[in-house]
């Protein structure tokens, strides 16, 4: 490249390059920084070294939000396996395909306030859950499910609201994967004698890993960041049970203006979403041995 070019090509991403060092990398520097001080807006931060990290390893709420997070990953295999059933059935002419695919893909697009409003709604004592419950007779009437309200349901019920919101966005790009598939190996498979099944295991399967291992990937980590659902429907409750590692450290920072322990409960989140990570591109790699 000319020296011109090269002048131009950093003219150019300039904007970018600004924009991503004020929003995303001194951030990053500040908060890794705020992690290792005593800091609540009003006075200078002031070092303390390790003591934020000692605290947290203390306080049996953040083990309990750290251990929360990782019970959320119980979201990805069933989110995966579901957006890869619903892509299957998407990807057919069957009449009202398209109307199928908006609706399933209605709630990601849902702000999380609507969808937070809806499901505590339906979740709640006289709500249309525990009404379907009694009307089928599997629940007494005198006996509502606490479905946000018992400490041993309320982080599955905030789970499932994960579950249903995401879904849809999987299923896209698992159509995308299956649309990607050449038709000619389907269509040889078929006439060589392959049942359906036998077209799915050894050739949809197979060709769809890359976008399997992506989605994985995606799904992890969100699930190990899980704030919003926490956030509109319980604010960690009851009894802590819904606590989020993400939550506690939103926790920590605005509503107790400890920004030192709640930029240190996010480093060390951060250090879990780069050892999933780093997990996920191993098998990557694996596969393409």
Not at 149 to 178: C, H, K, P, Q
């Amino acid at each position: 490249m000319t020296p011109t070019s090269t002048r131009n090509a950093w003219l150019f991403l300039s904007p970018a390059l600004l924009l991503m060092g004020a929003f995303t990398f001194w951030p990053l520097l500040f908060g890794g920084y705020v992690a290792f001080t005593r800091y609540d807006l009003v006075s200078p931060p002031q070092w303390v070294g390790l003591d934020n990290f000692r605290y947290l390893l203390d306080d049996p709420v953040f083990i309990q939000a750290l251990g929360n997070s990782l019970r959320y990953l119980l979201v990805v295999p069933a989110i995966q396996l579901a957006g890869i059933a619903l892509a299957v059935l998407a990807n057919r002419a069957l009449p009202g395909i398209k109307w199928f695919r908006a609706a399933v893909y209605l709630p990601v697009i849902t702000t999380v306030s609507v969808v937070g409003i809806m499901w505590n709604w339906m979740y709640a004592d006289y709500g249309v859950l525990n009404g379907a419950l009694h009307w089928l007779g599997w629940v007494a009437r005198e006996h509502d499910v606490g479905f946000l309200s018992d400490e041993n349901l309320a982080l599955y019920s905030v789970m499932f609201v994960t579950f249903w919101r995401g879904i849809g966005y999987y299923m896209v790009l698992y159509l995308a994967g299956l649309q990607s598939i050449p038709a000619e190996m389907q269509e040889a498979a078929r006439l060589d004698g392959a049942s359906a099944w036998q077209r799915f295991w050894r050739i949809t399967l197979p060709m769809l890993k890359p976008t399997i291992l992506f989605c994985s990937l995606i799904s992890t980590l969100d699930a190990i960041k899980a704030f919003e659902e926490v956030l509109v429907m319980t604010r960690g409750a009851p009894m802590n049970s819904t606590y989020t590692a993400l939550y506690y450290a939103f926790h920590q920072g605005f509503n107790q203006l400890d920004f030192g322990r709640g930029s240190a409960a996010g480093l060390v989140l951060t250090l879990v979403c780069l050892l999933l990570a780093w997990l996920n591109f191993k098998l990557i790699r694996a596969d393409h041995r």
